[in-house]
DNA sequence: TAGGCCATCTGGTCCT
DNA sequence: AGGACCAGATGGCCTA
């Protein structure tokens, strides 16, 4: 969202008590600092020894207001030395940890590049969805996509709410959080009750194209159902705060092992950050079961998985090892 | 201007 | 002893 990139250099630059360093020059102070020390902690050493003895000697010593003076700037200089090690050491490991963070935006729902999840935003939102997807995985069939949503914004604000709305091009008054974090469905009817979803036998049709009418092809279903829902409910709410999305997303949603969901004019972006492998991430043609018809006007492709779900139990035994 | 988010600095604690 | 980790403090930037 507000972050900065990392490899902004200006941005390295800036930080408190003057201290300037890129990461270059981070390594350069570190290799310079460890062979100042040597030389200062001798040298320290010898000051407080010769100091103390003098003390001893005259509760007043002369000079020592000028040697203390030596010994401080001596010291203090290495004692700053050290602080900028240490300084650089953490500027580092927080940057690893923002990787890290920048990593897992990209594959949780609705990344963005220009509109940035916020760091907690992010974790919950990760949260969520692994949450959802297990719910997906215990329940054995194809989510149903507004509970899937709701349990996605679950404690999440507004904002974020909003974005993963527009990700799924819905009205996030839908699935509104309440003050305890929980999220409401606010009263419409679940378009899966009044559009079920293909029943397994259904899905596993390879191409969903085999036959029928487009009414009468199950498989288009879901994106008819999502644009018919989407232009239903849309009109109804024109304060509707939620962003439009034009292109910037990648992957917009990534149901892995579910469906994916992706802009079309995103196909660079999506391929990029769609490192599972074939496994999870559909090619034209090779074993997706859905397909988008050229006048779909439904924003996403949808990516159902041919694989059957793993047992509860062996992804569990993973998960808790 | 207040509030949210962020990067950075800092000192303390823990671990190797 | 030194590095990793952590949490508090601080200041900058942005937005409502």
């Given at each position: 969202?507000?972050?900065?990139?990392?490899?902004?250099?200006?941005?390295?630059?800036?930080?408190?008590?003057?201290?300037?360093?890129?990461?270059?020059?981070?390594?350069?102070?570190?290799?310079?600092?460890?062979?100042?020390?040597?030389?200062?902690?001798?040298?320290?050493?010898?000051?407080?020894?010769?100091?103390?003895?003098?003390?001893?000697?005259?509760?007043?010593?002369?000079?020592?207001?000028?040697?203390?003076?030596?010994?401080?700037?001596?010291?203090?200089?290495?004692?700053?030395?050290?602080?900028q090690e240490a300084n650089a050491r953490e500027r580092s490991r927080m940057h690893g940890l923002n990787d890290a963070l920048e990593s897992l935006r990209k594959v949780v729902p609705c990344y963005s590049k220009t509109q940035k999840l916020s760091k907690i935003e992010t974790l919950r939102l990760a949260k969520n969805y692994i949450w959802a997807l297990s719910e997906t995985l215990s329940a054995g069939k194809r989510p149903d996509l507004l509970a899937f949503v709701q349990t996605l914004c679950k404690g999440l604000s507004?904002?974020?709410?909003?974005?993963?709305?527009?990700?799924?091009?819905?009205?996030?008054?839908?699935?509104?959080?309440?003050?305890?974090?929980?999220?409401?469905?606010?009263?419409?009817?679940?378009?899966?009750s009044l559009y079920p979803y293909p029943n397994a036998a259904e899905m596993a049709t390879p191409t969903g194209l085999s036959s029928g009418t487009r009414d009468s092809v199950k498989p288009f279903r879901p994106y008819n159902y999502y644009a018919s829902y989407e232009s239903y409910y849309d009109s109804a709410s024109p304060e509707s705060s939620s962003p439009r999305f034009e292109g910037q997303m990648s992957p917009p949603i990534n149901y892995n092992g579910i469906f994916s969901l992706k802009k079309h004019d995103d196909q660079v972006e999506y391929s990029k950050n769609c490192h599972y492998g074939m496994r999870y991430c559909n090619v034209?043609?090779?074993?997706?079961?859905?397909?988008?018809?050229?006048?779909?006007?439904?924003?996403?492709?949808?990516?159902?998985?041919?694989?059957?779900?793993?047992?509860?139990?062996?992804?569990?035994?993973?998960?808790?090892?």
């Amino acid at each position: 969202m507000l972050t900065v990139p990392f490899e902004d250099p200006d941005m390295m630059r800036e930080s408190q008590f003057g201290a300037t360093f890129t990461r270059q020059e981070d390594a350069r102070t570190l290799n310079s600092a460890e062979l100042k020390e040597a030389e200062d902690d001798n040298t320290d050493r010898e000051e407080e020894e010769e100091e103390e003895r003098e003390e001893d000697e005259n509760d007043h010593p002369k000079k020592k207001g000028a040697r203390k003076k030596k010994f401080s700037e001596g010291r203090g200089e290495r004692v700053k030395v050290r602080r900028q090690e240490a300084n650089a050491r953490e500027r580092s490991r927080m940057h690893g940890l923002n990787d890290a963070l920048e990593s897992l935006r990209k594959v949780v729902p609705c990344y963005s590049k220009t509109q940035k999840l916020s760091k907690i935003e992010t974790l919950r939102l990760a949260k969520n969805y692994i949450w959802a997807l297990s719910e997906t995985l215990s329940a054995g069939k194809r989510p149903d996509l507004l509970a899937f949503v709701q349990t996605l914004c679950k404690g999440l604000s507004q904002p974020t709410t909003n974005l993963v709305a527009g990700c799924l091009q819905l009205n996030s008054r839908n699935f509104l959080t309440d003050h305890n974090g929980d999220v409401s469905f606010s009263g419409r009817p679940q378009y899966d009750s009044l559009y079920p979803y293909p029943n397994a036998a259904e899905m596993a049709t390879p191409t969903g194209l085999s036959s029928g009418t487009r009414d009468s092809v199950k498989p288009f279903r879901p994106y008819n159902y999502y644009a018919s829902y989407e232009s239903y409910y849309d009109s109804a709410s024109p304060e509707s705060s939620s962003p439009r999305f034009e292109g910037q997303m990648s992957p917009p949603i990534n149901y892995n092992g579910i469906f994916s969901l992706k802009k079309h004019d995103d196909q660079v972006e999506y391929s990029k950050n769609c490192h599972y492998g074939m496994r999870y991430c559909n090619v034209p043609g090779r074993g997706s079961m859905y397909r988008v018809s050229p006048d779909s006007h439904f924003p996403y492709d949808l990516h159902p998985r041919s694989q059957s779900f793993q047992s509860q139990d062996e992804l569990n035994t993973g998960f808790h090892n």
